[in-house]
């Protein structure tokens, strides 16, 4: 599958704008928006001398590690860009994820492009990095990639983590997406 994308980062009022070729695909936005938050946490920790520093200009920096594809490990993930060079890119490349994370919001959002194929199932959606139990969340979809881990343990399966962990959040977001769609279809379907 195709993991190009364009990030759109949102981070003190400012927001960030990066392409990637393999940061696309499902748990990867999930990745980056933890690494992120983390990096937040430390920049703004009492002992930091300087407050209100962006996190999200270090992705230019950020490398590949054992949540990627093993080809692509030690490799830079991001290569800032515009915001008026953003669409031009995702077309030429042909980027089948956008991806947003809000850093005030916490949440991580995807924008699926239309015609890809693999994607045919998938509408654009949203949802926070933690979640309550029983919702859709990046939390709720770590703990389905570490269920999927034991599984496949037990079965005497072997995939690498990056390999468990997209085939599990792709099926859980597909799941969300599906009740997203019955969601909406149940609310038109009332309205008249």
Do not use: W
């Not at 980062?9 to 990066?18: A, D, L, P, Q, T």
């Not at 950020?62 to 030690?74: C, D, H, R, S």
């Amino acid at each position: 599958m195709n993991t190009k994308a364009i990030y759109t980062v949102h981070e003190n009022g400012k927001e960030h704008y990066f392409f990637s070729e393999h940061a696309g695909g499902f748990s990867y936005p999930f990745a980056v928006a933890d690494f992120l938050h983390s990096l937040k946490g430390v920049l703004n920790d009492p002992m930091s001398p300087q407050k209100g520093l962006c996190a999200a200009p270090m992705l230019e920096q950020t490398k590949g590690n054992y949540l990627f594809p093993e080809e692509i490990e030690g490799k830079e993930l991001f290569t800032a860009v515009k915001k008026e060079q953003m669409f031009q890119l995702a077309v030429k490349e042909q980027a089948s994820f956008g991806i947003e994370i809000d850093m005030e919001q916490d949440t991580v959002s995807f924008h699926f492009r239309e015609g890809e194929e693999e994607l045919q199932e998938f509408c654009d959606i949203g949802f926070p990095r933690h979640g309550e139990r029983g919702e859709y969340s990046g939390e709720t979809f770590y703990y389905a990639a570490d269920n999927l881990r034991v599984k496949n343990m037990m079965d005497g399966i072997e995939m690498s983590i990056s390999a468990e962990n997209e085939e599990a959040y792709r099926s859980m977001i597909l799941k969300a997406v599906q009740k997203q769609t019955e969601e909406q279809s149940t609310g038109m379907s009332q309205q008249m």
